[in-house]
């Protein structure tokens, strides 16, 4: 009789276990290695991870990306502010290295004038080809009424009689 309430709550823990390690499957990016023992710097290196771009990924911070080459920016984060560098610096130099794409919000300038503007612009477009494609069907004009000649051989194919 005492087994019965067992199996819940194994199902229970379990269910725990799962919802926490996909929680945390992000974090699991940067592995303990990358890590600095200076808190302070670690935190400064994980805020400035999470606004930059993997190069590889689709719009995936190096912070979240598992790819190589988030694992090379990360390490050269770490490096640079070690160095010393402010978070300007380290923003800057990976600027200098990658471009403006690298930034997860890139700065509005004519060279990312694309980035900003693109998507308004096709939406624009869009709903103005939409609105000309309604104006000029609401414009045609509607079919023509028919003579009384073909209005007469349609009543005798359908068999009507006056």
């Known amino acids: 009789m005492g087994g019965g309430g067992q199996a819940p709550k194994s199902r229970r823990t379990l269910c725990v276990l799962l919802l926490s390690l996909s929680l945390s499957l992000p974090a ?14 670690e ?20 912070d979240d990306s598992p790819a190589e080459v988030a694992h090379d920016i990360r390490r050269a ?9 402010t978070d300007r610096q380290v923003l800057d130099y ?11 919000k890139p700065p509005f300038k004519t060279r990312t004038l694309v980035l900003w503007l693109g998507t308004p612009a096709v939406l624009l477009l869009g709903a103005i080809g939409l609105w000309l494609v309604n104006r000029r069907r609401a414009a045609a004009p509607g079919p023509a009424p028919l003579s009384d000649e073909e209005r007469a051989r349609l009543d005798s194919f359908l068999g009507r009689r006056d």
Do not use: F, I, K
């Open 28 to 41: 699991l990016a940067v592995e303990p290695s990358e890590m600095l023992s200076d808190p302070a710097l």
């Open 94 to 104: 990976m600027v200098a290295r990658y471009g403006d794409y690298v930034l997860l």
């Open 77 to 85: 984060v770490r490096e640079r502010l070690v160095a010393g560098d």
């Open 43 to 62: 935190a400064r290196a994980r805020t400035l991870s999470r606004e930059l771009r993997c190069v590889v990924c689709q719009n995936e911070s190096v």
